[in-house]
């Protein structure tokens, strides 16, 4: 009988490019709701493809704050969302919701 070894499922891995990020990032924020430790996870999953330590100089937050507040566990401030997205090159696009 063979084994199989599997390796869990990284999604940073697999966050190549800036289009590959904003896609992962614009699916994430469809699939969240109102679940903002859903969005933090995601971020934190974009942050890690894209080096947390450059991340935080870009932000000016401590590495470890950025692993706390982007991990499921983490309850981040909109301000970091705000400053974590916009030095990953993203922004925020609102549209009407359909009926």
Same mark, same amino acid.
């Given at each position: 009988?063979?084994?199989?070894?599997?390796?869990?499922w990284?999604s940073?891995?697999?966050?190549?490019t800036?289009?590959?990020?904003?896609?992962?990032?614009?699916?994430?924020?469809?699939?969240?709701?109102?679940?903002?430790?859903?969005?933090a996870? &995601? *971020?934190?999953?974009?942050?890690?493809?894209?080096?947390? #330590?450059? =991340?935080?100089?870009?932000?000016? !937050? $401590?590495?470890?704050?950025?692993?706390k &507040? *982007?991990?499921?566990?983490?309850?981040p401030?909109?301000? #970091?969302? =705000?400053?974590?997205?916009r030095? !990953? $090159?993203?922004?925020?696009?609102?549209?009407?919701?359909?009926?």
């Open positions: 009988m063979m084994v199989l070894k599997l390796k869990k990284d940073a891995e697999h966050l190549q800036k289009e590959d990020i904003a896609l992962y990032f614009d699916a994430c924020l469809e699939e969240a709701g109102d679940d903002i430790a859903f969005i996870k &995601a *971020l934190g999953n974009i942050a890690r493809a894209h080096g947390m #330590t450059q =991340l935080a100089i870009d932000t000016g !937050l $401590g590495r470890e704050s950025l692993y &507040a *982007l991990s499921a566990d983490g309850n401030s909109f301000a #970091t969302i =705000l400053k974590v997205t030095a !990953l $090159g993203l922004r925020f696009h609102v549209e009407v919701a359909a009926a």
